[in-house]
């Protein structure tokens, strides 16, 4: 996917106002992402691609990506695992009028900003069968979200009593690399794609983020503390490192 057959190197270059240098990004959806300022000419790159391949390679393999695109797994997947709070839904494609039918019945109304609908029932995810699997990607990004709202507070409110650490207030978002974050003022935000998770990770975050109330920075005190309410902290931190396997491609980070 990012590596051709004669060794050059395949990407997308983006230009952003934002950007004061060069930076590479892999994800599973886009494979290797270049970002680079607005004034960026594109023949001072390929040095800049040589010097980091062994990087690109090591971090292609991290994310276990096909060599070519069309070996990518599915967008849209036929189920999804709730992990956290052990539940499967399965994902159903019919037509727009089956879910307008079903919406009285209907657990979860998914709607997007374009005005896209979906819902959730007895289980299943109902997806429209007539929009983009993009579509479709975004309407189950809702509906992540709006499962993250249901359940990650009552997570971090019994984490925080159990710990005896308050905080502010809690925010779930679909971060685009972050599992969570903790501001100065105590407010927690949380990536719904927590929920994907076995409960131990889960846990951990939630600790990871409340040990910043306290110690807002990744010291050394800051991680004596956090062991102190979870002793297998430096473990679950190192396991984090792959929770993306755990992620669907349809919510890839």
């Not at 996917?1 to 395949?10: A, P, Q, S, V």
């Not at 710990?163 to 779930?172: A, D, N, R, S």
């Not at 903790?182 to 994907?196: E, F, K, M, P, Y």
Request: hydrophobic content about 40%; proline content about 5%.
């Amino acid at each position: 996917m990012i590596f051709k057959d004669d060794g050059t190197i395949e990407y997308t270059l983006t230009r952003s106002k934002r950007a004061k240098y060069v930076r590479l990004k892999i994800t599973r959806t886009k494979g290797l992402e270049v970002v680079v300022p607005q004034t960026f000419k594109k023949a001072w790159l390929p040095p800049i691609l040589k010097k980091r391949t062994e990087w690109i390679r090591k971090a292609a393999k991290r994310l276990e990506l096909p060599a070519k695109v069309d070996d990518l797994p599915a967008l849209i997947p036929d189920k999804i695992v709730l992990s956290a709070i052990d539940r499967e839904y399965s994902v159903q494609k019919v037509a727009a009028a089956s879910i307008a039918a079903k919406l009285i019945e209907a657990e979860k109304i998914i709607r997007t900003a374009s005005g896209l609908l979906s819902i959730e029932i007895d289980g299943e995810i109902l997806l429209p069968d007539d929009v983009t699997e993009e579509e479709q990607a975004e309407l189950l990004s809702c509906w992540l979200v709006r499962c993250g709202k249901e359940y990650l507070p009552e997570f971090l409110e019994e984490a925080s009593q159990e710990v005896g650490i308050p905080y502010k207030k809690v925010q779930i978002r679909l971060q685009k690399s972050r599992w969570g974050s903790c501001s100065g003022h105590g407010t927690i935000s949380l990536n719904a794609r927590l929920l994907l998770l076995p409960v131990e990770s889960l846990h951990y975050i939630l600790l990871h983020e409340l040990a910043h109330v306290r110690h807002p920075n990744h010291s050394a005190s800051y991680w004596n503390f956090l062991i102190t309410l979870d002793a297998k902290a430096l473990e679950h931190d190192v396991a984090m490192q792959d929770a993306w396997k755990h992620i669907p491609f349809c919510f890839s980070m």
